[in-house]
């Protein structure tokens, strides 16, 4: 059985950083993109981050030169570090593991951006 975890959501001021985490069990981690998606409120989900097996990365425009994602294979987890936090930034993430026609996800972790 495939479970995706997030965690390191949380309530952060404005131009403040958080951590995501994702663990993955019950998948060959270290072949599958990780994604990193988010949704807030009344809009579709959206790209935040990805990155492949072999470490190459992609970022959404909106988070280019704030958000860095990683992967550490030997822990089947994947992290995504926001800096620079703004207000838009408040969505709920989602963590996403991808090969092929395969598709799983996490159950999401809350992030509001607020003073």
């Known amino acids: 059985q495939v479970q995706l975890v997030e965690s390191g959501g949380g309530l952060v001021q404005p131009g403040g950083s958080l951590r995501l985490s994702c663990a993955a069990s019950?998948?060959?981690?270290?072949?599958?993109?990780m994604r990193w998606y988010r949704q807030a409120p009344g809009k579709q989900r959206e790209l935040v981050a990805a990155i492949i097996s072999a470490g190459d990365t992609v970022y959404g425009n909106s988070v280019k030169g704030r958000f860095t994602v990683s992967r550490d294979n030997a822990k089947n987890t994947v992290y995504l570090q926001m800096n620079s936090l703004k207000p838009e930034d408040t969505a709920v993430y989602y963590c996403?593991?991808?090969?092929?026609?395969?598709?799983?996800w996490g159950q999401g972790t809350q992030v509001t951006v607020s003073s």
């Open positions: 019950g998948i060959i981690f270290n072949i599958y993109t």
């Open positions: 996403n593991a991808g090969r092929g026609f395969e598709d799983h």
